[in-house]
């Protein structure tokens, strides 16, 4: 299975042209894009808001994870403040890998973003998200903050950017795209006793917990009349014959 790291901003200080920090902002469109990245197979990490760009590069290279997204908003310095449109693509200049990670996810974003001639794939060293990783790594700009039509489309398009990474984060690894089954509720309906949840979807998997008639889960996926359930903490598959989707 392989692995990303996802390091959205922890600039909380950053602030975007509304007042908001760019921090707020990136972890939404991360937030977005993990119901795609399970439903693709792909197994991720994630910063913590507390952590420095050093912190999250060691703990990524603790993880052995297979790559490393850094995840940000831009601002234009002085005299261009709030003129300035585009996104860009950092990659440390030494790493192919990096490079054609760069090129998938320009070629996709140029799919959503308004003004596709101004994303740019730049080589960069100076980085820490990119020289301290052992990884291929990119950071990404998605649009300037600082620009009032850019953080409108940026701050309106939170759920298709989300896809968007994740789609190219499937095609550099060569994994199929999927889809996430859309979420529903479901309630247990069981004669008498328990009703297991294991760890996968078969009969001869560990019991992780268990449910009561009655109980409401969010039911996450289906596979092999098996629904995917979340109730609470406990997140594993039960009987789909048991439940009933509301």
Same mark, same amino acid.
């Given at each position: 299975?392989?692995?990303? *790291?996802l390091?959205p901003?922890?600039?909380?200080?950053?602030?975007t042209?509304?007042?908001n920090?760019?921090e707020?902002?990136?972890?939404l469109?991360?937030d977005?894009m993990?119901p795609?990245l399970?439903a693709?197979?792909i197994? *991720?990490g994630?910063n913590?808001?507390?952590?420095?760009?050093?912190? =999250?590069?060691?703990?990524?290279?603790?993880?052995?994870y297979?790559?490393?997204?850094?995840?940000?908003?831009n601002?234009a310095?002085e005299p261009n403040?709030?003129?300035v449109?585009?996104?860009e693509? *950092?990659? *440390?200049?030494?790493?192919e890998?990096g490079?054609?990670? =760069?090129?998938?996810f320009?070629?996709n974003?140029?799919?959503?973003y308004? !003004?596709?001639e101004?994303?740019?794939?730049?080589? !960069?060293?100076?980085?820490?998200?990119?020289?301290k990783?052992?990884?291929?790594a990119i950071l990404f700009?998605?649009?300037?903050?600082?620009?009032?039509r850019?953080?409108?489309w940026?701050?309106?398009?939170? =759920?298709?950017i989300?896809?968007?990474?994740?789609l190219s984060?499937a095609d550099?690894?060569g994994?199929?795209?999927?889809?996430p089954?859309?979420f529903?509720r479901g309630?247990?309906?069981?004669?008498?006793?328990?009703?297991?949840?294991?760890?996968a979807?078969?009969?001869?998997s560990e019991?992780?917990?268990?449910?009561?008639?009655?109980d409401?889960?969010?039911i996450?996926?289906?596979?092999?009349?098996?629904?995917?359930?979340?109730?609470?903490?406990l997140?594993g598959?039960?009987?789909?014959e048991?439940i009933?989707e509301?």
């Amino acid at each position: 299975m392989p692995s990303v *790291y996802l390091s959205p901003s922890t600039q909380e200080y950053n602030r975007t042209i509304v007042g908001n920090s760019e921090e707020y902002y990136m972890n939404l469109i991360t937030d977005a894009m993990l119901p795609y990245l399970q439903a693709s197979g792909i197994r *991720y990490g994630r910063n913590d808001p507390s952590m420095t760009a050093l912190e =999250a590069a060691r703990q990524a290279n603790a993880g052995d994870y297979d790559f490393f997204l850094s995840i940000h908003s831009n601002a234009a310095p002085e005299p261009n403040s709030g003129t300035v449109r585009g996104a860009e693509i *950092y990659y *440390y200049p030494e790493s192919e890998e990096g490079r054609r990670a =760069a090129t998938i996810f320009a070629n996709n974003y140029e799919q959503i973003y308004p !003004l596709p001639e101004n994303i740019k794939i730049i080589p !960069l060293a100076t980085l820490i998200e990119l020289n301290k990783t052992r990884m291929p790594a990119i950071l990404f700009e998605l649009a300037y903050h600082d620009n009032l039509r850019d953080f409108l489309w940026l701050s309106s398009n939170i =759920a298709e950017i989300g896809r968007n990474l994740a789609l190219s984060l499937a095609d550099y690894f060569g994994v199929d795209f999927v889809e996430p089954f859309p979420f529903a509720r479901g309630v247990v309906e069981i004669s008498g006793g328990r009703l297991n949840v294991r760890s996968a979807p078969s009969i001869n998997s560990e019991i992780i917990g268990y449910l009561n008639n009655g109980d409401l889960v969010e039911i996450m996926g289906l596979e092999n009349n098996w629904y995917e359930i979340r109730k609470g903490n406990l997140n594993g598959f039960a009987n789909a014959e048991f439940i009933r989707e509301l």
